[in-house]
Nanobody
C-alpha cells in the first residue's frame, strides 16, 4: 500500500507563492507517476500537473507558466511550486500516485493512491 503525505498548503495573498510537497512511501516497484489535483466543494477533481520517474511532466493549460512540478525520485517526493497565486487557485490540493507506470495524462481515474489533501487559500 502506497501512502502519500502532502504538506505546504496555507493562506497567502494574491500574487504570493506556495510550495507543496508530497512524500510517498510503500512503493514496491520501480517507476511511478505522481500528480497534483485540486478540488472545490461540489466540483470535480481537476488535474494540475504530473511528473514521473523518467522526468516527463504534464501540466493543465490553466497553470502553465505559473506552476512548476518537480521531483526528488530518491525520496519518492514531488513538489508543486505555485507562483503568482490568484484567488481562483484556492482549493484543496491532493497528491496522487500510480505505481509502476509512466504518466500518460491528468485524469483522476489513472491514479490508484491519493493523499488526504492540503488546503490552499489565496485572498485578494
Amino acid at each position: 500500500q502506497v501512502h502519500l503525505v502532502e504538506s505546504g498548503g496555507g493562506s497567502v495573498q494574491s500574487g504570493g507563492s506556495l510550495r507543496l510537497s508530497c512524500a510517498a512511501s510503500g512503493y514496491t516497484s520501480n517507476g511511478w507517476c505522481m500528480a497534483w489535483f485540486r478540488q472545490l466543494p461540489g466540483k470535480e477533481r481537476e488535474g494540475v500537473a504530473a511528473i514521473d520517474t523518467i522526468g516527463r511532466e504534464i501540466y493543465a493549460d490553466s497553470v502553465k507558466g505559473g506552476f512548476t512540478i518537480s521531483q526528488d525520485s530518491a525520496k519518492d517526493t514531488i513538489y508543486l511550486q505555485m507562483n503568482s497565486l490568484k484567488p481562483e487557485h484556492s482549493a484543496m490540493y491532493y497528491c496522487a500516485a500510480l505505481q509502476g507506470s509512466w504518466c500518460s495524462g491528468l485524469r483522476p481515474q489513472f491514479f490508484t493512491y491519493w493523499g488526504q489533501g492540503t488546503q490552499v487559500t489565496v485572498s485578494s
